[in-house]
């Protein structure tokens, strides 16, 4: 018995180190704009492997839900008048699906996934002192002036590299409200991070800072009955705006974020009608996978950039209420959960609106990651 604990501790021991190697190399991987599967394969089939002689869930409902959305991207796929099947990404939409979801559905000590959640958010902090340290500094900032990472020919896309640490200020966030301890440390890491989307000028990230922060301080001045408390936590709302606001002012990019007018005439609107062509033509089962990026191509020559309208046009009606079935029965796993897991949905999907990445681990790491963390009890107020 002593024996046999001895190595199921080894094995989570081992699979929270690939997985935390997983996210670093989900970061850095030699791609600019995601994180497609070529470009991933070695640390995910890594993680996949040691998965396999951990605890498991075993969510028999999630398979299917995730099997039959395969079935439904093979037979749209198949019936597309735009997307030849042997060029499609079919399979390697596949077996992303089926090992996101396997890996999500890991069963873990609560110690182990604490270490991956720390790592994560310790990790996350890191990269916003990168990207401000090349912003400062000069190195980490692209021809159209907006800072990034520096990856060898080319600077890491900021909606991408935003959209990663998001749940980490997510977090940082949820911690000052609800937790006594390390209130400092959480509100410099969410400073630096506002700071970081503000120079990398991420309108996504922007945006979904905002819905982070409207969703938890909504929920305080709902539930908590201290009047005192409200009127406390709404005055220092307004002196960190005003200190904002006047810190930030300057900044040629916090001119472009804060000017709403221009969002409106965004390329990206653009886009997102072309790739909506893959639904008009197929509502019900939607045009194949990868027609929304197709069409975004021919008509105006370039990706969708949404994973919403990506899923909607490739898989239709069909295929859209199977991946909502998937993230609801993730958001059910645990009631005590719903809130935190509610914060971290938003911190996760809502970038994916300005990110083309249905069909890889751009949008399935973060179904991936929130099943693991719904799978296991963690404490999220350290």
């Given at each position: 018995?002593?024996?046999?604990?001895?190595?199921g501790v080894g094995i989570q021991e081992a699979f929270t180190f690939c997985f935390c190697f997983f996210l670093?190399?989900?970061?850095?991987?030699?791609?600019?704009?995601?994180?497609?599967?070529?470009?991933t394969i070695i640390p995910i089939s890594i993680v996949f492997l040691v998965s396999l002689f951990t605890k498991h869930k075993y969510d028999v409902k999630s398979f299917l839900l995730v099997l039959l959305l395969i079935l439904l991207g093979i037979v749209s796929t198949l019936s597309s008048n735009i997307i030849n099947f042997t060029q499609s990404r079919v399979l390697t939409f596949s077996i992303t699906c089926v090992v996101c979801i396997w890996i999500g559905d890991v069963y873990i000590n609560e110690k182990?996934?604490?270490?991956?959640?720390?790592?994560?958010?310790?990790?996350?902090f890191i990269i916003v002192a990168m990207i401000i340290a090349?912003?400062?500094?000069?190195?980490?900032?692209?021809?159209?002036?907006?800072?990034?990472?520096?990856?060898g020919d080319f600077f890491k896309d900021q909606n991408y590299l935003s959209a990663f640490f998001l749940p980490a200020f997510s977090i940082a966030f949820y911690r000052i409200i609800y937790s006594e301890k390390g209130k400092i440390r959480n509100s410099v890491f969410c400073i630096l991070s506002l700071f970081a989307v503000f120079?990398?000028?991420?309108?996504?990230?922007?945006l979904t800072i905002l819905l982070i922060t409207a969703f938890?301080?909504?929920?305080?001045?709902?539930?908590?009955?201290?009047?005192?408390k409200k009127v406390v936590l709404i005055g220092l709302l307004l002196v960190a705006v005003i200190v904002i606001y006047n810190f930030f002012q300057s900044l040629p990019m916090f001119q472009r974020m804060m000017n709403f007018e221009s969002y409106g005439s965004d390329v990206r609107l653009r886009l997102w009608a072309a790739g909506f062509n893959g639904f008009f033509y197929s509502p019900l089962i939607g045009s194949g996978i990868g027609s929304a990026s197709e069409y975004s191509w021919r008509l105006v020559g370039n990706a969708v950039h949404n994973s919403f309208i990506e899923f909607i046009a490739d898989q239709g009606i069909l295929g859209a209420v199977v991946v909502l079935l998937i993230l609801l029965r993730i958001f059910m796993r645990?009631?005590?959960?719903?809130?935190?897991?509610?914060?971290?949905?938003?911190?996760?999907?809502?970038p994916l609106?300005?990110?083309?990445?249905?069909?890889?681990?751009?949008?399935?790491?973060?179904?991936?990651?929130?099943?693991?963390?719904?799978?296991?009890?963690?404490?999220c107020k350290s």
């Open positions: 018995m002593k024996i046999r604990f001895v190595r670093v190399l989900y970061i850095f991987n030699g791609y600019e704009f995601g994180a497609p599967f070529e470009y182990y996934m604490n270490r991956i959640l720390s790592f994560y958010v310790a990790f996350s090349g912003y400062l500094f000069g190195f980490g900032v692209d021809s159209h002036g907006r800072a990034s990472i520096n990856y120079i990398m000028s991420s309108r996504g990230s922007f938890v301080i909504g929920k305080m001045i709902l539930v908590d009955k201290s009047i005192i645990k009631r005590e959960k719903r809130f935190f897991i509610s914060i971290l949905m938003i911190s996760f999907f809502v609106f300005f990110l083309t990445g249905y069909t890889n681990f751009t949008f399935w790491m973060p179904v991936m990651f929130i099943s693991l963390i719904a799978t296991n009890s963690i404490e």
